[in-house]
């Protein structure tokens, strides 16, 4: 399969990755763009690209490239994605997809309109077990699912002192944990369950009313390197933990934690999938065993090996059993995905990534966790 020409926009942690998720594809990443020109001037030298451009709409105005990955702040991500398609560039974006609903249903009609194909970086759908404990719900081996528990922990932002432009509603948004985090395992655990939420019961936590702001950018995840030595004390207005009960379209309930500052928890997500048959329990820091519960018979684990696998978990599988896979091969599988579907024209039939459409539906969820925490309320999906 030959791929199109490809512009990552955003070069930190993010647009690094994505690059070398492309590379290992055989993606040609024609050019780059950063925060400003010497970033991408920078950026593009280091990494051996050809390309590089001094703003985003340089990079638009460039006729060879045929895609956008947007790894850029969450506020740049409407426009930047609006411009895209209106440019005739088919478009993968970072989570969240925009700032509003509004914005994200005005995509998702701009797409259709364009006939482009457009992602939302979920990766972590395309952990191999995870795409196996989907198989295996399909297949009814799990049962009715009847309750759904989990968590998403780390402790980048545990100190007071720790910051990054997620902290800044103007840059991240009105919620932080829940839409940076919160959307991940929200989309996992409806993926593999094949259910929709339908109502949502939430409760918010800032540990740090006040954190002391640097002068200048913070890297994502590099605070815990460096020494934050300023005494400029800014308000918090996101949230740092959340708590969210769920209620299913099947009538399962669920509850899920999120947090940013919990000490020792690096990049900690967990799900426990309970139904009438077995359950499911997987943790993202051991990403290559599924835990196999059972009422009448011995436990299981199920180590990664494609050998085992149905059909459709086995063909996103990048190696044998006894290699592991861990978080750079989701990306791998996700672009894999997103460029077989602009070549051919239409979504895979299994292995399906997250789109535009799925992108809004997280949006709608965020938006209805928000009111609830506000109202200390259940509030219904379709209200």
Known sequence: MSFPRVAVIGLGFMGRTHIQALRRLGVDVHGVAGIDEDESRKVAGELGINNWYKDFADALADAEVEVVHLCTPNNLHFEQARQALLSGKHVLCEKPLAMTTAQSAELVALAQEKGLMTA????????????????????????NPYLITGGYLQDWLFLKSDWNWRLEPEQGGDMRVVADIGTHWMDLVTYITGLKITAVMADFLIAHPTRLRPRGEVETFAGKLEKNLSTNEVSIKTEDAAVILFRFENGA?????LSQVSAGRKNFLWFEICGSKTAYHWEQESPNEIWIGYREQPNQVLVKDPSLFHDSSRALTGFPGGHAEGYPDTFLQVFRQFYAAIASRKMPQNGEFATFTDG?????????????????RWVSLDE
């Open 253 to 257: 309930l669920g509850s899920v934690s």
């Open 360 to 376: 809004h539906h997280e949006m709608v969820l965020c938006e209805a966790i928000k009111r609830s925490a506000a109202e200390k």
């Open 120 to 143: 939302v970086n979920y990766n972590l759908r395309f952990y191999p077990i995870c795409q196996e404990a989907r198989a295996r719900v399909q297949a009814g081996d799990l049962g």
